[in-house]
């Protein structure tokens, strides 16, 4: 079994040139390496000296970006023969290049030359051409489907890339990222424009191709500027800078060790439906703290309604101290766990992100609260003052701490959605909810008759 290191691209041009019967191990032998200048963002080319002891010379083999290094090469390898290249040919070039960028292809020019001595790995004029280049990162399944998601959830994603600029366009519209009237920007322009128009850009533009660390960071840092919460991924060094000025850093686990040092979460798999699983999961843990809220402020509130009417009638009070805890913690106590654990709403990723400034208590809930603690309070309250002028004090305090007890058990069912009407909604989804409004409920029987 062979085990392949490298880059991606490394990997993927061994297999190319194993299947095609080239044996890479000789050629290994042969050209033996004794020098190389790695792949940088800003250089776009990678490049390695290799000597030949049996032709007593040096070759330096360079791969990297059409348009860097296509304007250096000055001849060509073919048939074995190393021949002038005209413009013809380097028009041919440029033009097939750009054909297969459209496509969505990653392009890359191979080419060599013969240099003198050890120190010229820099050197990269009077090249000779061999062969373009085009590979293509399959599509993982389900992508579009979880980038629709996002965007109907209001959630905007960018796609930064070194990549040229029509590869990433053509996969990015592929996938769903660029819609209709959004463009894609290359990273020399940002270059040109000063922060407000940077700003002003990011309402339209979704791709970002050609980006250095520097872009990537201007990027984030205008994101913010805009009132964003930014989540960034990376994987690589050169995404640490970003990653680290983001709200949410996420390293992708075949990422480097830098990149994962600095990131707030690690992604144990390198998929982007795992982050929009998490923005989902995010959505209905807030939802439920959000009706947990509602359940027991609108529980406590009737019980105050209920002991200030006492007091302005001066009546005794409708409760005593041991009811009203029996009703926070056993009846109301019990249930809230339930209730906390509630499934996720069909439409949860139907709605726009919530403002991070924005109160618990939204204003739908605050009504909702005065509505219910209201009307169970009145009722309470009216009850109280029967009983208690028909019949004597226990039968009336014990009437209302059934009222509030049982009323809680009956509404529970309903603030289990705050936008789908209780009818609307599946009985069965928490069988937990279900379980503990039975347990509350026979808790309350015992506690009246036992």
Same mark, same amino acid.
């Given at each position: 079994k062979?085990?392949?290191?490298?880059?991606?691209?490394?990997?993927?041009l061994?297999?190319?040139?194993?299947?095609?019967?080239?044996?890479?191990?000789?050629l290994?032998?042969?050209?033996?390496?004794?020098? @190389?200048?790695?792949?940088?963002?800003?250089?776009?080319?990678?490049?390695?000296?290799?000597s /030949?002891?049996?032709?007593?010379?040096?070759?330096l083999?360079?791969?990297?970006?059409?348009?860097?290094?296509? +304007?250096?090469?000055t001849? =060509?390898?073919?048939?074995?023969?190393?021949?002038?290249?005209?413009?013809?040919?380097?028009?041919?070039?440029?033009?097939?290049?750009?054909s297969?960028?459209?496509?969505?292809?990653? /392009?890359?020019?191979g080419?060599?030359?013969?240099?003198?001595?050890s120190?010229?790995?820099?050197?990269?004029?009077?090249?000779?051409?061999? %062969?373009?280049?085009?590979?293509?990162?399959?599509?993982?399944?389900?992508v579009?489907?979880?980038? #629709?998601?996002?965007?109907?959830?209001?959630?905007?994603?960018?796609?930064?890339?070194?990549?040229?600029?029509?590869? =990433?366009e053509?996969i990015?519209?592929?996938?769903?990222?660029?819609?209709?009237?959004?463009t894609a920007?290359?990273?020399?322009?940002?270059?040109?424009?000063?922060p407000?128009?940077?700003?002003?850009?990011?309402?339209?533009?979704?791709?970002?191709a050609r980006?250095?660390?520097?872009?990537k960071?201007l990027?984030?840092?205008?994101?913010?500027?805009?009132?964003?919460?930014?989540?960034?991924?990376?994987?690589g060094?050169?995404?640490?800078?970003?990653?680290?000025?983001?709200d949410?850093g996420i =390293?992708?686990?075949?990422?480097?060790?830098?990149?994962?040092?600095?990131?707030d979460?690690?992604?144990?798999?390198?998929d982007? #439906? /795992?982050?929009?699983?998490?923005?989902?999961?995010?959505?209905v843990?807030?939802?439920?703290?959000?009706?947990?809220?509602l359940?027991?402020? @609108?529980? #406590?509130?009737s019980?105050i309604i209920?002991?200030?009417?006492?007091?302005?009638?001066?009546? +005794?009070?409708?409760l005593?101290?041991?009811?009203?805890?029996?009703?926070?913690?056993?009846?109301? %106590?019990?249930?809230?766990? =339930?209730?906390a654990?509630e499934?996720?709403?069909?439409?949860i990723?139907?709605?726009? +992100?919530?403002?991070?400034?924005?109160?618990?208590?939204?204003?739908?809930?605050?009504?909702?609260?005065? /509505?219910i603690?209201?009307?169970?309070?009145?009722?309470? #309250?009216?009850?109280?003052?029967?009983?208690y002028?028909?019949?004597?004090?226990?039968?009336?305090r014990?009437?209302?701490?059934?009222t509030?007890a049982?009323?809680?058990?009956?509404?529970?069912?309903?603030?289990?959605?705050?936008?789908?009407s209780?009818?609307?909604?599946?009985?069965?989804?928490?069988?937990?909810?279900i379980?503990?409004?039975?347990?509350?409920?026979?808790?309350q029987?015992a506690?009246m008759?036992?």
């Open positions: 062979i085990i392949l290191h490298g880059t991606p691209t490394d990997r993927a061994f297999r190319v040139a194993s299947q095609t019967g080239i044996d890479v191990y000789q290994h032998k042969k050209y033996k390496r004794i020098d @190389s200048a790695p792949f940088t963002s800003e250089k776009k080319f990678m490049a390695t000296l290799h /030949v002891p049996t032709e007593n010379k040096l070759e083999f360079i791969k990297g970006a059409p348009e860097i290094l296509l +304007p250096r090469i001849n =060509a390898f073919k048939n074995g023969e190393i021949i002038a290249l005209s413009k013809e040919d380097n028009k041919w070039i440029e033009n097939t290049a750009i297969l960028t459209k496509r969505g292809f990653r /392009v890359l020019i080419a060599f030359k013969e240099v003198k001595n120190n010229t790995i820099g050197e990269i004029e009077n090249l000779i051409f061999v %062969g373009l280049y085009g590979l293509r990162d399959p599509i993982r399944a389900g579009k489907e979880t980038l #629709s998601l996002t965007r109907r959830a209001g959630v905007t994603t960018l796609m930064l890339t070194g990549d040229h600029k029509f590869t =990433a053509a990015a519209r592929e996938v769903g990222i660029i819609g209709k009237n959004e920007l290359e990273g020399k322009e940002l270059d040109t424009m000063n407000d128009e940077i700003r002003a850009i990011l309402k339209t533009a979704r791709v970002f980006v250095s660390p520097e872009h960071l990027l984030v840092r205008a994101l913010k500027e805009n009132g964003e919460i930014v989540a960034m991924t990376g994987d060094v050169n995404d640490a800078p970003a990653l680290l000025r983001a949410i =390293a992708l686990g075949s990422g480097t060790d830098v990149a994962k040092g600095i990131a979460i690690i992604l144990l798999k390198d982007v #439906s /795992v982050i929009v699983h998490s923005i989902q999961e995010g959505r843990i807030l939802d439920n703290i959000r009706k947990v809220i359940f027991l402020l @609108s529980d #406590s509130f019980e209920v002991i200030i009417f006492s007091l302005i009638f001066k009546l +005794p009070l409708a005593t101290v041991a009811q009203i805890l029996w009703i926070n913690i056993i009846t109301d %106590g019990i249930t809230s766990f =339930a209730l654990v499934p996720k709403e069909k439409n990723m139907d709605e726009k +992100p919530k403002n991070p400034a924005e109160s618990l208590l939204s204003q739908e809930i605050v009504v909702l609260i005065g /509505v603690s209201g009307v169970a309070g009145i009722f309470a #309250s009216v009850y109280f003052y029967w009983f002028h028909t019949v004597n004090l226990e039968m009336a014990t009437v209302v701490f059934a509030l049982v009323d809680s058990l009956v509404y529970i069912f309903a603030v289990r959605s705050i936008s789908t209780f009818f609307r909604q599946k009985f069965f989804s928490n069988p937990w909810l379980a503990t409004v039975a347990i509350a409920f026979a808790f029987i506690a008759y036992i």
